[in-house]
């Protein structure tokens, strides 16, 4: 291919051939600059698609492009319509670039340059700054040219309608007045914190900016959008250039200008007797008056109403321009306050909510009962509880773990942070890992957005985790690394992240017996075990059980608005008498139960209803004292030995008591678990660690 080639001049010693810029002028002006990346094609033309668009007619879509060849920068013509100018001459092939050299497209021309300060300098009130400069050289910003490339205009550090621009307005036209006058007004009413502050505002910038000597703004108790009356209208802000006291606006005009939604200037108006002698312009002696709405949209807010009441200074047309452009921009001014106002009113209800919510939930996190064993309970929790530590509550399904651990947390400095709850049985593996770390946006089906999870959601305050035994091994090891302080990354993401978070977790499982069976890891037992809390059974502190009837049954009455005010002696001597298996959990269900089939003031023996899980007592109960569940056959549960007490572990006797409910409930695992007072999942488990399944008929 042929190549023109112009005389080669020497390049500056200090800069590498690689570096190029482009300066497109616009007359003696830059209007852009952009630098020449090695390696990359820069394509010029009117397509949007060029690097450098060019908006000339005389230019084609795709009119030439610069590239790089050696140390040498490359112009090439692509087959323009009117060709390409180098420094006048038309070229033909490809053109090796020298310094200073400019290239035309039609009416646009191009510097190509190694050294911007060499090229056109911007006049001293244009601002060559570009929003991201890449580099900057003898105070020249510089971008490289990027794909789509914005056409870029002109240049300003600083508009001349700018508040610091304002002295510089002297000697410009009037609109150019105004128009910085109502730039620094608009800025005044962005700031403003209320109505009247606002209100205030507007009066300032339109006595100063006009002549008018009295203004007074006045508004609706509600936006309307038609129908609105003057005596409706409240008045909000009322300022006088004498400091005269307030007198009432005109009603006539304020009705025309509400009907018609247009802003008035009237003239002469002490002497028409058709607005004077029906209100107050007489009185106030105006001589010109300005009524403006505030409106936004259909909706009108107010009115604004300006008063000139010297003969030589009366209110101009440009005036009326300038108010009614001020009225419209304090319609916005004020939807966005009363938008903030009411943001602020439910942020502060929801605040307060939220603390009576916490105020409650820090009532119910009280443990009830006077026993010794919860009297060393509570004493423990209010050792550990501002530690910080991480804490290991156990004991038996029912008993109240995550009661234990709601009372730790507020006992604790973090009481004002968020205690997140999670069950580790209640999910499997990888829905488990989800919602203890988090997800990302398609990291599996159904992930449809990111997700932060409960170690996120419980930052600088408690996570509880039950059933912390039920974990599989990988998730065991993902956690342990957060417990050790270590940052941990959401499913599917890559970003690093650190929380703080206090671990409260609880198991029923025997986690030693675990470690042995290699499901449960040594190392994250020792770190769980740092401080241990044994909650123990309802059955071991039996001497609780009125005062926790009493609480449960108070509770529960008022709110099914029972009129109940305790329980009849045989009640509370069957509840005392029996062993509950489940525990305080059993107690509250039970307890919920008989307010609801109670019909008196007192709970009744026949309104308790117990389930047949339970060990022989000191005190035998007639049959009328063990009423049967209704939906459960009538057959008998196996009496065990009296010996069987002495001669049997608790787990073994567990496990007969849950395959006799299993028997009698058919083997309907939904029902036995209701019996049993314990979760399905639990029945499972135990079923599994029992190795007992459901015998088979011939």
Not at 42 to 48: F, S
Request: glycine share 6%.
């Amino acid at each position: 291919m042929p190549r023109d080639r112009g005389k080669l001049g020497s390049l500056p010693s200090d800069r590498p051939a690689s570096v190029a810029y482009l300066v497109v002028r616009d007359g003696d002006k830059w209007k852009d600059v952009f630098r020449l990346t090695p390696g990359q094609v820069t394509t010029v033309g009117r397509a949007p698609t060029n690097r450098i668009v060019v908006r000339d007619e005389m230019s084609s879509r795709n009119h030439c492009e610069i590239f790089q060849a050696g140390p040498m920068w490359i112009l090439r013509d692509l087959g323009s319509r009117n060709g390409t100018l180098v420094d006048g001459h038309k070229m033909s092939g490809d053109w090796e670039l020298e310094d200073g050299q400019t290239i035309q497209l039609g009416a646009c021309e191009i510097v190509f340059t190694y050294e911007l300060a060499n090229s056109t300098p911007a006049e001293e009130d244009e601002d060559p700054e570009l929003d991201s400069p890449t580099e900057t050289r003898d105070n020249v910003p510089v971008v490289s040219a990027r794909a789509s490339e914005p056409e870029i205009i002109s240049r300003k550090k600083r508009t001349r309608y700018s508040p610091a621009s304002t002295a510089e307005t002297v000697g410009r036209d009037r609109f150019s007045q105004d128009l910085a006058q109502l730039w620094k007004l608009a800025l005044e009413m962005g700031s403003a914190k209320d109505e009247k502050q606002l209100a205030e505002v507007v009066l300032d910038g339109l006595l100063a900016a006009t002549k008018a000597d009295i203004g007074a703004v006045l508004m609706l108790p509600k936006p309307l959008a038609g129908g609105a009356r003057p005596s409706q209208l409240q008045l909000v802000a009322y300022k006088a250039a004498d400091n005269q006291s307030y007198k009432s606006i005109s009603k006539s005009l304020s009705r025309m200008v509400l009907d018609d939604r247009e802003a008035v200037l009237a003239r002469n108006v002490a002497d028409d007797s058709k607005l004077s002698d029906r209100d107050s312009l007489d009185e106030i002696q105006a001589r010109s008056v300005i009524c403006a709405p505030i409106r936004s949209g259909e909706m009108v807010h107010g009115l604004i109403h300006l008063y000139s009441t010297l003969n030589d200074e009366t209110l101009e047309p440009e005036h009326l321009e300038f108010a009614l452009a001020v009225a419209d921009q304090m319609a916005t001014a004020f939807d966005n306050i009363r938008e903030k106002q009411s943001l602020a009113d439910g942020l502060a209800r929801v605040e307060n909510e939220n603390e009576v919510l916490r105020h409650q939930l820090a009532i119910d996190t009280e443990l009830v009962g006077n026993s010794p064993e919860l009297h060393h309970l509570k004493q423990t929790i209010g050792r550990i509880a501002p530690t910080g530590a991480t804490v290991l509550i156990r004991g038996e399904s029912g008993v109240g773990k995550e009661l234990v651990a709601r009372a730790v947390h507020f006992s604790s400095d973090r009481r004002n942070m968020p205690f997140v709850c999670m069950n580790c049985a209640a999910l499997s593996e990888s829905l488990l890992e989800s919602e203890l770390f988090g997800h990302e946006k398609g990291s599996f089906t159904g992930a449809t957005g990111r997700k932060p999870g409960k170690f996120e959601q419980a930052h600088r305050g408690t996570l509880f985790l039950d059933e912390v035994g039920e974990m599989s091994l990988s998730i065991q090891a993902k956690f342990l690394r957060v417990l050790e302080g270590h940052p941990f990354e959401r499913v599917g993401g890559s970003t690093p992240i650190t929380v703080d978070v206090r671990v409260v977790a609880a198991t029923n499982r025997d986690l030693e017996h675990a470690i042995e069976e290699k499901i449960f890891r040594k190392d994250l037992y020792f770190r769980l075990f740092v401080v241990e809390l044994t909650v123990p059974p309802l059955r071991e502190h039996p001497t609780d059980i009125p005062l926790l009837s009493h609480y449960f049954m108070e509770r529960f009455a008022k709110k099914t608005g029972r009129p109940l005010r305790g329980f009849t002696a045989e009640a509370m001597e069957l509840l005392q008498n029996y062993n509950w298996p489940g525990n305080v959990r059993e107690l509250q269900n039970g307890i919920e139960r008989a307010v609801v089939l109670s019909t008196g003031e007192l709970v009744t023996l026949a309104d308790i209803r117990l389930s047949g899980l339970r060990t022989p007592v000191a005190v035998s109960a007639p049959p009328t004292m063990l009423p049967q569940a209704s939906a459960v056959p009538a057959a008998p549960i196996p009496p065990l030995a009296e010996t069987a007490k002495f001669e049997k572990s608790l787990e073994d006797l567990e496990q007969e008591y849950i395959l006799a409910t299993l028997e009698r409930s058919n083997w309907n695992k939904s029902q036995a678990a209701a019996i049993l007072g314990i979760e399905r999942s639990t029945l499972d488990r135990k079923l599994k660690r029992y190795g007992v399944n459901r015998p088979t008929t011939e």
